[in-house]
């Protein structure tokens, strides 16, 4: 079948078909998904995010609830009842919504205490960070409004998509993934042109968990003149002796010049965030075009300034968490299976073919397993793997029956890392 070999990135533009033509093949792509099986994606959930999610019936998806992997709610926040009841009292304090944009009337007090928290979460001086309503934004918004044409960002091939939307404007190069020679020979190339060349990395990669060599990263490019943004979304909470994420594990703190991230992982809502000194911060609050023409965070945001203080009041979930992805990890590797280099919740199972990692989803939901498989565009066409988040939540029985359901697969499938 000819689109067994398509995927989602095949259907963002065909040349001479209209809108309406080009939806049409996308929906056949789509329908060979589903009666393939193959259709994980939009799944709908009856219940919160958590370790066991409800799923609803839908196609060969049975009803009932199911082992998650698939919340990047690392420490359980979404359901930890003094953030719920934070939410709850900023909306009855101010309502449920901000009304309009920060710059014209919808900047409430508990959006400054919001990012004031942050600022001192991150050990810096007040007024050195923004919240904007995505993470995805914190990136393409910011990136869109700092880097224009005599600019340059050169970025790991792996950082996440709202970066590379951040940088259609500007000049961009990319390296290997955590490829220091790579990274140098650019910088050195670039080094007496471009008004300014930012190195934009992620602390953890979403995709294979493993971490960037910040240090070395940080003195490279400051050597050769440029600055670094470090996109630790799925690093907070997770990496370092109290969550500061990545900068916190390699002790670079103080020598990274963009910090951004999200609320929607370790942080349990919706939103970003991004930090860097005060000058650059209110440059953001007047020209970024999505933080200045776009309403504000709701209320509900309040919950947020709870689950950053809940990082360090309650440190046994970063605990908790570790304690399942040591054991997790090692349970997988046990089996044969190909984990990568991960050294965070994000525990990839390398599978490689498209078709197989596609098989492999399907057996895990048949097992009462839910995980993301990952393909091409996310990841390169025969890196396919399914990806699993870790949770603080997650008992040693849902990972002892998500470990019985891999043994299950690989019999089946052969997946383990000697029969690739
Ligand atoms: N950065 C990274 C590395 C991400 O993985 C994601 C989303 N998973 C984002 C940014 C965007 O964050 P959000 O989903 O909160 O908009």
Redesign the pocket.
């Known amino acids: 079948n000819y689109l067994s070999n398509k995927s989602f990135k095949d259907y963002e533009d065909i040349p001479n078909l209209d809108i309406f033509q080009r939806a049409k093949a996308h929906e056949e792509y789509l329908d060979y998904l589903k009666v393939s099986g193959y259709m994980n994606y939009r799944l709908l959930v009856n219940s919160g995010c958590g370790p066991e999610v409800d799923l609803a019936e839908d196609g060969d998806i049975k009803k009932g609830s199911y082992v998650s992997f698939v919340c ?1 709610d690392y420490l359980g926040f979404t359901q930890h009842p003094a953030i719920k009841k934070a939410a709850i009292s900023g909306i009855e304090k101010y309502g449920t919504g901000a009304g309009s944009s920060p710059l014209i009337g919808g900047y409430f007090d508990y959006h400054q205490e919001l990012e004031d928290k942050l600022s001192t979460f991150f050990k810096k001086p007040k007024g050195s960070s923004i919240a904007y309503t ?6 393409s918004a910011s990136l869109q409004c700092l880097l224009k044409q005599e600019d340059i960002a050169i970025v790991d091939m792996a ?2 998509a ?2 590379y939307e951040g940088i259609q404007g500007t000049t961009v190069k990319r390296f290997l993934h955590n490829n220091l020679d790579a990274l140098e020979r650019i910088l050195s190339n670039v080094k007496d042109k471009y008004r300014t060349k930012m190195v934009i990395v ?1 602390g ?3 995709q294979d968990g493993d971490l960037a060599p910040l240090k070395e990263i940080i003195t490279l490019t400051h050597h050769y003149g440029g600055v670094v943004l470090v ?1 630790d ?2 690093g907070i909470g997770v990496i370092g002796n109290t969550g500061r994420g990545a900068m916190e594990y390699f002790e670079v703190m103080d020598k990274v010049d963009i910090i ?6 370790t942080f349990s809502n ?3 965030y991004l930090i860097a000194n005060p000058e650059l911060i209110s440059y953001l609050q007047f020209q970024s075009r999505q933080y200045a023409f776009s309403a504000a965070a709701t209320p509900a945001i309040s919950a947020v300034s709870r689950a950053i203080d809940l990082v360090d009041e309650e440190p046994h979930w970063q605990k908790k968490l570790w304690e399942n992805i040591t054991y997790y990890k090692k349970g997988l590797t046990d089996l044969g299976l190909d984990i990568g280099t991960t050294n965070s919740a994000i525990i990839p199972v390398k599978i490689g073919d498209v078709q197989k990692n596609c098989e492999a989803g399907k057996l895990l939901l048949e097992c009462g397993i839910y995980t993301n498989p990952i393909m091409y565009p996310a990841v390169s066409l025969k890196d396919s793997r399914i990806r699993m988040s870790l949770i603080a939540t997650h008992t040693k029985e849902h990972l002892d029956k998500a470990l019985n359901a891999f043994d299950y697969v690989n019999k089946k499938l052969n997946i383990a890392k000697s029969m690739k």
Do not use: E, Q
Request: no cysteine; hydrophobic share 20%.
């Open positions: 990047n995505t993470g995805y934004t914190s990136n950082v996440h709202s970066v992620d953890v990669y979403s996109d979304a799925h951004t991230g999200t609320f929607s992982k919706v939103g970003g």
